[in-house]
């Protein structure tokens, strides 16, 4: 069954699987914001933060992604961190230059729609198509063993959460 999150305390329904820590994280294709194709999920050398967020241009996903891109900077060598949104390439890149960001990969699921495979896209109502706010950690098996739904579209992540999780496995 697939999961819900809220838009400003309205009921929304995500498309694709309910992922459950414990799960092996699928392989998602996604673009970077030089073109190039990036795997995301599966197995890695390294373990892999994939975040997902609606678009780079809204209040909310800009400060997630700065924070982001901020708090984990001493992980940048440990860790594989990826932002996915459905922002088209182009304005990753100019997002990614105008506010420094460097310390996480940014990048699109416009091509493939990959992410779906992950149970965050939005499947009704005005932010239909794009990504639900969530965050997943993913061991260097393959394995998902951190997530957090975001409960709400309009509200940042637990960060601190997160840092902790990805603590314990780098």
Known sequence: MAETVTLK??????????????DDAPVAYVVTKDLAEKAVG?????????????????PVCETETKKFNELLKDFTDKVDVTVVSMDLPFAEKRFCESFGVSNVDVASDFRYRDMEKYG?????????????????????????????????????PNYDEVVEALKKVV
């Open 120 to 156: 965050v896209l939005i499947a009704e109502g005005p932010l239909k198509g794009l990504l639900a706010r969530a965050v997943f950690l993913v061991d260097r098996e393959g394995k998902i063993c951190y997530k957090q739904l975001v409960p709400e579209i309009t509200q940042e």
């Open 9 to 22: 305390g309205n009921p929304v329904t995500l498309a694709g699987p309910t992922l459950q820590v414990g």
């Open 42 to 58: 599966g197995k890695k050398d390294k373990p892999q933060l994939i975040i997902t967020v609606p678009s780079l241009d809204t």
